[in-house]
């Protein structure tokens, strides 16, 4: 029987429960290639192990062996302790090293999904991996990647597009959905366009299998195609007099992060990992270290916005953020939501989410003439044809100049003796 390697974090449950909480084990090594794992959730402990065979490239393979004994005594089997947790991870390491470092019996959807996880290279793992626990895994999961066929997944994604959109839902609360279905024209393309997104999921995951060897083919999910003319694009902005409402109405703890929306075109996870260090006030510049490209970039200030950054970030530390909550912690996923959805109400604006902010910032470059190919570096789109396609409409273009100054009109409309008491 191989000895007990001893590690003095791991080996005792008083020592185990005083390791942080965290999302990610706290590892051992049992030998080359071969670990055991300990994590730390809020009510259990679990006994994780880890493999890749001595010498080889790419990524680990992992397994939950059992529950902990942090709460209960060890049975030897649902529960086990340090010593039982280490039998156990090894009888798992003998097994995959007889199949040649292979996973004994079937390779699943599921093991996919695990192996594109641990491998995961892009660049929102946090929302990738929601997604894939809360739609991908329950419905295809169970599917053997061998005997995956295209009838399966048009199946799978075709239902994604019927069903209920979903809301945000408190963890272990039952799921609730908006509507019983997708009704109107807007609804049904928002559908498909989520599960356009959720198949890109998928299609990653079995791609990888595939370049691994794990997979045979790829014919069966190759064959798949998103819904056409799904995506299109949202021209939700606000004008310069419904800007200043929203802003005014805002909680103050929450307005800093709109105002710097408006007058820079952030995105909201941007703003919210900003630092002092991040502002330079000789070239009137933010660096933007967090972006949805994983490139960093700068932002240019006008007065305003330079106005903006030098309030917060006055008497603050060079590592301080920039914008923090009120209780000066950095602004997680979704906190955005409610402070913003109070102060449309109160300001009487239609629904507007934290990237219309982003949008209006473009739409009024576009209005005031900025070339696109401008718009584009400062938005920092990588294709100016993203550009072009949310905002080429709103700028002055020789068509549109064209049109109106040749076409003189029909005189079929009556002159209207309404007067607008906010200019145009």
Not at 143 to 164: G, I, M, Q, R, Y
């Amino acid at each position: 029987m191989a000895r007990v390697v001893q590690d003095a974090k791991l080996a005792k449950r008083e020592q185990r429960l005083k390791l942080e909480l965290r999302k990610k084990p706290h590892w051992m090594t049992l030998n080359e290639g071969e670990h055991l794992g300990y994590y730390r959730g809020a009510r259990v402990g679990k006994w994780l192990a880890r493999y890749r065979r001595a010498g080889a490239a790419g990524n680990y393979q992992e397994t939950t062996i059992a529950e902990a004994d942090d709460n209960a005594d060890a049975d030897g089997s649902v529960i086990l302790n340090f010593k039982q947790a280490q039998d156990a991870a090894r009888k798992w390491f003998l097994s995959l090293e007889r199949n040649g470092g292979r996973r004994t019996g079937a390779y699943s959807v599921s093991d996919a999904l695990d192996d594109y996880l641990a491998g995961f290279q892009g660049k929102d793992l946090a929302n990738t991996s929601r997604r894939i626990e809360a739609i991908v895994r329950p419905q295809m999961g169970k599917h053997e990647v061998a005997k995956l066929t295209t009838k399966a997944v048009n199946d799978w994604l075709l239902s994604l597009a019927n069903a209920p959109a979903r809301l945000r839902t408190a963890k272990g609360a039952e799921q609730q959905n908006v509507r019983e279905t997708p009704d109107t024209e807007v609804a049904r393309r928002s559908r498909r366009s989520s599960a356009n997104r959720i198949l890109t999921i998928l299609k990653a995951a079995l791609n990888a299998a595939y370049r691994e060897g794990k997979a045979s083919g790829d014919d069966a999910w190759r064959r798949v195609k998103p819904f056409a003319k799904a995506e299109a694009p949202k021209l939700r902005y606000l004008s310069d007099d419904e800007a200043r409402r929203l802003v005014n109405t805002c909680d103050p703890a929450f307005r800093p992060l709109v105002q710097a929306a408006l007058l820079t075109g952030a995105r909201y996870s941007e703003l919210a990992g900003l630092e002092v260090r991040d502002f330079d006030r000789q070239s009137q510049t933010i660096w933007l270290r967090e972006t949805k490209a994983g490139v960093a970039r700068p932002v240019y200030l006008e007065g305003e916005g330079v106005r903006l950054i030098e309030q917060a970030t006055l008497g603050k530390p060079a590592d301080a953020l920039i914008f923090p909550r009120p209780d000066g912690k950095r602004w997680g996923p979704s906190q955005q939501a409610r402070p913003l959805a109070a102060a449309c109400a109160a300001a009487k604006l239609a629904p507007t989410g934290f990237h219309d902010l982003r949008r209006t910032y473009g739409a009024r470059l576009a209005l005031r003439g900025v070339p696109m190919a401008v718009i584009a570096e400062a938005l920092g789109h990588a294709d100016e044809r993203i550009t072009r396609r949310h905002y080429a409409h709103l700028s002055k273009s020789y068509v549109a100049e064209t049109v109106r100054g040749a076409v003189a009109g029909l005189g079929i409309v009556e002159a209207s003796n309404v007067v607008r008491l906010v200019p145009t």
